[in-house]
């Protein structure tokens, strides 16, 4: 038996709860079928075995701000256009969250989403406006826990640790030890914990009917420090090369603005109490930040299967759909940069788990898929599992029937996007070392098994030869011997924003012999 939605779509008689996960900062190669960084995740690599794992998942944008509203609102970034922290979501876009609650959940947050409210109708003064901490529409508050950290500055303060600066947020935590050292907290008043803790307190009373959450974990998110034993628990000598020209004007060659870039990104705000350039770190300062960087994804793990075996104790397991994924990468050191930036797959390749715990996804239980899936795809898919329309301007997929195991669409995409607005609308100064206003500081990715273009709103184009250049290291954009390559590219680029350009332009679509407006 099924009841109906809003728009008369039928909803499953027993829904899921659904379970969102997001890891901040998370690299795609910390899982999956090659591991560089050894094996972290035990509870992350049995929640594959019991669902299915996209190895070729991509994030749409970055920073945190932009790559989260692509999450939440299913598109691209050039469509919802909060292209840059602080840059507002508007408020006609329909999100995950207010989709879910027209099939009766109440999602709830226990951490953050990194999103900026559409100031139309609020107040000048209003504090919400500017910044991007607030909740995005449609979530309930379970326990907020922003980059201010309060409610965990408050617990640990309860605990006897000092709490000199409340203003200062998790910061000022982490700066009461130097980098590599133990943080001043112990394992089990560390932030992945305190939230790991709230929400199993909340799943503890969670009553009969279907929940949904979004546990948004910042780990492993700078600055780089963990507790005891996390901070040691992986060894620096067991920790990969950084993938890198041989010295930082190799790199500095491909494009001004990764000239730019490593000109500019400092050790700060990273590696604590540490000064410099990111491309002066020698080899011996890069296996430690990475050691501590594995350390804090090992860590969360450990608390994903605390929550993992509490769903088990409390009967929920079997009608739980779990979701694990991230909102960008990290550089790492790699091309001799630090954080998320620029054009690179370090900081655009992400996880993505799907476990369905429904009969009608056996088939695709441990199945490992390489086509490639976008981070527009998770609200199409759980919406759909939830017996909800998808938004008809959405720009993702549903993977259900992937995660069931049948077979990849003929129709499916063989390449992914991304953009990336390095501009600084502040203090300006990637527009005065690129010479560029605000509005060109801008690049659009598309990236195929075998190329990837990056075309530039006011730089040249950067092309890679992924076959013969995985580690893109050779631009081949003036390569004569590859203008066939280039040409591919462009056109594919031109052919993406071409037919996103009639969606937009046109705003219309046919539905039972009417036309009906977009967002209307």
């Not at 609020?122 to 449609?138: F, K, S, V």
């Not at 790492?332 to 630090?338: A, E």
């Not at 077979?407 to 991304?418: K, L, N, T």
Request: proline share 8%; glycine share 10%.
């Amino acid at each position: 038996m099924t009841s109906a939605s809003p728009e008369g779509a039928p909803i499953p008689a027993r829904r899921p709860n659904i379970l969102l996960i997001t890891a901040d900062q998370w690299r795609g190669d910390l899982m999956g079928p090659h591991r560089p960084f050894g094996s972290l995740t035990p509870h992350l690599d049995a929640l594959a075995a019991a669902g299915t794992r996209f190895a070729s998942h991509y994030c749409q944008a970055y920073p945190c701000g932009p790559s989260r509203a692509s999450l939440y609102t299913g598109l691209y970034a050039h469509k919802h256009r909060s292209v840059a922290n602080g840059m507002p979501l508007d408020a006609r876009h329909p999100t995950l969250f207010t989709e879910l609650r027209r099939a009766g959940y109440l999602p709830t947050l226990f951490g953050y989403t990194d999103t900026t409210l559409d100031p139309r109708g609020r107040a000048a003064r209003d504090p919400d406006c500017g910044t991007y901490e607030n909740l995005c529409p449609g979530i309930a508050a379970g326990l907020v826990l922003t980059e201010r950290a309060t409610p965990w500055l408050a617990h640990l303060k309860a605990q006897g640790y000092r709490v000199d600066d409340p203003d200062a947020g998790r910061e000022a935590i982490f700066a009461q030890r130097g980098f590599g050292e133990p943080a001043i907290f112990s394992a089990e008043h560390s932030e992945t914990a305190f939230l790991t803790d709230r929400f199993l307190d909340w799943l503890g009373v969670v009553g009969a009917a279907p929940f949904c959450a979004h546990l948004s974990y910042i780990a492993p998110h700078p600055p780089f420090g963990a507790a005891d034993p996390w901070h040691r628990l992986v060894d620096p000598a067991d920790m990969p090369e950084p993938v890198r020209g041989a010295d930082p004007a190799v790199e500095a060659a491909q494009s001004p603005l990764v000239a730019a870039l490593i000109g500019q990104i400092g050790l700060t705000g990273h590696l604590i109490g540490l000064a410099g350039r990111a491309a002066d770190m020698d080899r011996s300062l890069i296996r430690r930040m990475r050691a501590i960087y594995a350390g804090l994804a090992h860590e969360v793990d450990h608390h994903l299967g605390r929550i993992f075996r509490a769903l088990r104790e409390n009967g929920l397991w079997d009608n739980t759909l779990i979701v694990f994924t991230g909102d960008h990468g990290e550089q790492l050191g790699d091309h001799w940069l630090l954080g998320k930036t620029g054009y690179y797959d370090q900081s655009a390749h992400i996880p993505l788990i799907i476990r369905d715990p429904r009969p009608s996804a056996d088939k695709g239980r441990g199945k490992l898929l390489e086509s490639f899936t976008e981070s527009v795809d998770v609200l199409p898919t759980l919406l759909e599992a939830a017996g909800v329309p998808t938004p008809r301007n959405c720009d993702g997929r549903s993977l259900l029937p992937l995660c069931a195991g049948e077979e990849i669409p003929a129709d499916w995409r063989d390449e992914v996007h991304w953009s990336f607005h390095f501009g600084d609308i502040v203090g300006r100064r990637m527009e005065q070392a690129l010479g560029l206003p605000t509005p060109r500081s801008h690049l659009q990715v598309v990236r195929a098994k075998h190329l990837k273009y990056i075309g530039f709103a006011g730089l040249p184009p950067v092309v890679f030869d992924l076959s013969a250049d995985p580690d893109e290291l050779a631009n081949r954009a003036s390569d004569p011997g590859s203008a066939s390559l280039r040409l591919e590219g462009a056109e594919r680029l031109l052919g993406f924003r071409q037919r996103h350009e009639e969606e937009t332009l046109t705003g219309f679509l046919a539905k039972d012999g009417q036309l009906h407006q977009e967002g209307r």
